[in-house]
């Protein structure tokens, strides 16, 4: 799994200020169904916001981490009921180009 800088979640959180939740968890949890429609539009949009229905923040964590360890894709941000997730294209024009890591201080 890809593992992001805090500048790379920066500039991805910048990125979807402006995004619509594209798919919605409800009261059956992550079906097959809802796994799928994730996939399709994490293949569509690379960046895709992800509304949870329910209170329950325990079962937001769960669905964000099978998501992104089923999927490959990388955990960018949980906010109240919404869950920001990236998974770079595989093609050799990508939608959304991240900044460079820095490289660590010796």
């Known amino acids: 799994m890809l593992q992001l800088s805090a ?11 402006h995004l619509n ?13 809802v796994m799928r429609e ?6 569509a949009h690379e960046l895709i916001k992800i509304r949870v229905l329910g209170d ?7 669905f964000m981490e099978q998501i992104c360890a089923e999927l ?10 919404l869950l920001l997730i990236f998974r770079p294209s595989n093609t050799d024009k990508p939608k959304i180009i991240l900044p460079k890591q820095k490289k660590a201080a010796k």
């Open 56 to 62: 329950d923040r325990e079962a937001r964590v769960q």
């Open 72 to 81: 490959g894709a990388c955990p960018v941000q949980h906010l109240g009921k």
């Open 21 to 33: 939740p594209v798919v919605m968890i409800g009261s059956n949890g992550l079906t097959d169904s």
């Open 7 to 17: 500048d790379q979640c920066r500039h991805l959180r910048s990125l979807a200020h």
């Open 38 to 43: 994730i996939a399709v539009n994490l293949d």
